[in-house]
């Protein structure tokens, strides 16, 4: 979904008052701000921790983040804390004057498009993006892989891609453990041929946002299924977003599925904080779904 800019300024006449003994000029026409409201694809938690928006966010501004902040990381103690990798051969980085990240997004090309190409026979108008993050432990191996800013890609093709990073082998961190991302974008030959609307900017900074919540969304969800409770749900979430930026309430029409999940979902969305909206405050829509079926997307 695009965002949905509302014009900034009504301008309001006054009409003239005749007083006695008197003429009153007429008063200046005042401006109104309307709230900036911006729309949020939909954001998919999975279970398995793939995550990812149906539709990608608008470029924005040039060098704008598309996700969020990666946390740092630490290497587990034991091995046996690290994820398994999908078997195969490993994929050499040489020291050949790249730097680590340049070296493995080169050796990582081929397996991704492989990935992306087996995705096209399922849904061949599939394009995106996403952000494959290897976390490298003391030997040199991919301990585990996480993705963000995933957008219009199939979770298949991305834990495709995480399977193919994690085979992955480095030279020994010195500081015992390192985090190398791999920024990964999939666009037609053609390129986008999407519209662009004034607010982009601020859209796409809501797409971070929201999805920088995703630690605490899956805690609601680890938590229901820790207590038995239902996995599936959905809303739609209706944001004020106070001048200061902040959420000031959470709005959730229409809505299915777990209402224990949908109430922690509520509080947690509660927490968006964005950069003061124009005007002094505006509203942000974004459908959040728990563990969406297949058929129900």
């Given at each position: 979904?695009r965002a949905l800019h509302l014009s900034l300024f009504v301008w309001l006449a ?253 509080r947690v969305m509660q927490t968006l904080k964005l950069a003061p909206p124009a ?6 829509l974004v459908r959040v779904s728990f563990n969406p079926r297949a058929s129900s997307?």
């Amino acid at each position: 979904m695009r965002a949905l800019h509302l014009s900034l300024f009504v301008w309001l006449a006054v009409a003239p008052v005749a007083c006695a003994g008197s003429e009153e000029r007429p008063k200046a026409l005042v401006p109104m701000l309307h709230p900036l409201v911006v729309e949020v694809a939909e954001l998919e938690i999975h279970a398995s921790g793939v995550d990812r928006f149906t539709a990608c966010a608008p470029p924005g501004e040039l060098g704008q983040a598309w996700y969020p902040l990666v946390p740092e990381w630490t290497a587990p103690a034991h091995a046996a804390d690290a994820d398994a990798g999908a078997p195969g051969p490993t994929v050499p980085v040489v020291a050949d004057g790249r730097s680590v990240t340049e070296a493995a997004v080169e050796d990582t090309r081929a397996a991704f498009r492989s990935c992306y190409h087996r995705g096209l026979i399922h849904d061949p108008t599939q394009d995106g993006r996403a952000a494959i993050v290897l976390r490298v432990g003391a030997d040199g191996r991919v301990a585990r892989t996480e993705s963000y800013g995933v957008c219009e890609l199939q979770t298949d093709v991305v834990q495709c891609m995480r399977d193919a990073a994690s085979r992955l082998r480095f030279s020994p961190p010195a500081a015992g453990s390192d985090t190398i991302v791999l920024p990964v974008s999939f666009a037609p030959r053609a390129g986008s041929q999407s519209e662009t609307t004034d607010n982009d900017s601020y859209t796409a900074a809501a797409y971070v946002a929201v999805e920088s919540l995703r630690p605490e969304l899956h805690a609601c969800e680890e938590e229901a299924r820790r207590s038995g409770k239902g996995v599936e749900a959905w809303g739609v979430f209706d944001m004020k977003i106070d001048k200061t930026g902040h959420a000031s309430d959470a709005n959730v029409d229409p809505w299915g599925g777990d209402q224990d999940l949908l109430s922690c979902a509520v509080r947690v969305m509660q927490t968006l904080k964005l950069a003061p909206p124009a005007g002094g405050r505006g509203n942000v829509l974004v459908r959040v779904s728990f563990n969406p079926r297949a058929s129900s997307r």
